[in-house]
């Protein structure tokens, strides 16, 4: 029985007032567990990165609650909610978001000195995670010697290095070729599996779908359905 790592329950989010008022999302409820990847799947605008931004306590949600290992995050100040991603959350984004001045290894080392890890040791844990994501070789290099499946899993490494409990990831094949793309999955599909990680990747590719647990649909800002692997829907 996998245990669940973050939880939102009937979910809102809106944006602006008046004329210009939008609700991006309605009443969402989804749970995301442990050693599970689960793709989370819709058109442009119909409120994917919006739900990942509240999952991942980036945003607040106008309505209903988000627990992220058994926290609420329920009036929470941002200082609380950054503490939070901290603890719990490691992000994965389709334009990498590296340091272009900063090593593979820097960049890495980055989101273990934001937590207070530093020295000898946290450089060890540098070097194990870009070997896992099989980068031993380029931990000197700098993004711009680096194709783009490199710094997509430099990314990667920067994401799981301090041990988060949940993995979030949006797009992160968008910019990647199909060989590159395929490599991505497998490291967030095996981040999932072996180190028992809660994993949710926004796509619009169905490619993806063999790498998936689960499959959630979204649209106009409500899920619409959900698919497990063997394609039996609830």
């Known amino acids: 029985m996998t245990e669940p790592v973050i939880e939102a329950a009937n979910v809102s989010k809106s944006f602006g007032s008046g004329p210009a008022w939008v609700q991006a999302l309605k009443n969402v409820n989804l749970t995301l567990n442990g050693g599970e ?5 819709g058109p442009s605008g119909s409120g994917k990165t919006t739900l990942l931004s509240i999952l991942g306590c980036m945003l ?21 909610l950054a503490k939070i991603r901290r603890q719990h ?40 995670t870009l070997a896992s994501v099989g980068l031993t070789s380029k931990m000197a290099s ?9 710094q997509q899993r430099v990314a990667i490494a920067r994401a799981i290095v301090a041990e988060p409990s949940a ?29 028992g990680r809660a994993v949710l990747v926004v ?16 649209e106009d800002g409500s899920v619409t359905r959900e698919q497990f692997t063997d394609l039996k829907s609830i």
Do not use: W
């Open 167 to 195: 993995i979030l990831a949006d797009e992160p094949t968008a910019a990647l070729d199909a060989v590159n793309g395929q490599a991505t999955m497998t490291i967030l599909s095996t981040i999932a599996k072996e180190r």
């Open 142 to 150: 700098f993004p711009r010697q680096l194709s783009g499946g490199e």
């Open 37 to 41: 990847l689960t793709v989370l799947m």
């Open 60 to 80: 607040a949600p106008s309505g209903g609650t988000v627990r992220v290992c058994g926290t609420s995050t329920s009036g929470a100040r941002p200082e609380e």
């Open 89 to 128: 959350i490691g992000f994965v984004f389709q334009a990498y978001h590296l340091f272009s001045t900063l090593t593979a290894a820097e960049n890495v080392l980055l989101a273990l000195d934001v937590r207070g890890e530093r020295g000898p040791k946290a450089m060890a844990k540098t070097e194990e």
């Open 203 to 218: 796509t619009h590719d169905p490619r993806l779908f063999g790498f998936a647990d689960r499959i959630v649909h979204i």
